[in-house]
């Protein structure tokens, strides 16, 4: 059974960071692509960040040069270290693999950026 725990959100002011982590158990990240998403009130849910597999990262226009995912593979565990966080930052965000399966949705992990 694939269990995703995402830990690291909170409250911060704009320009402030977070590293967001994901725990996995029931999959192995090293050889699945992994992706970060997040969902703000009233929108829909959005990729934020992806990593390959292979290793190879990949971001949305509007978190690019400011996000960075990363994993452990030694602890299982998802990365998402933001920088210079901006109030449209505010959504839960969630883990999930490439084709997010429904079953492996979390409780996600909030981020709220105050201006």
């Known amino acids: 059974q694939v269990q995703l725990v995402e830990s690291g959100g909170g409250l911060v002011q704009a320009g402030g960071s977070l590293r967001l982590s994901c725990a996995g158990s029931?999959?192995?990240?090293?050889?699945?692509?992994m992706r970060w998403y997040r969902q703000a009130p009233g929108k829909q849910r959005e990729v934020v960040a992806t990593?390959?597999?292979?290793?190879?990262?990949a971001y949305a226009d509007s978190v690019k040069g400011r996000f960075t995912i990363s994993r452990d593979n030694a602890k299982n565990t998802l990365y998402l270290q933001m920088n210079s966080l901006k109030p449209d930052d505010t959504a839960v965000y969630y883990c999930?693999?490439?084709?997010?399966?429904?079953?492996?949705w979390g409780q996600g992990t909030q981020v709220t950026v105050s201006s």
């Open positions: 029931g999959i192995n990240f090293s050889t699945n692509s």
């Open positions: 999930n693999t490439w084709n997010p399966i429904r079953g492996y």
């Open positions: 990593i390959l597999s292979g290793g190879s990262t």
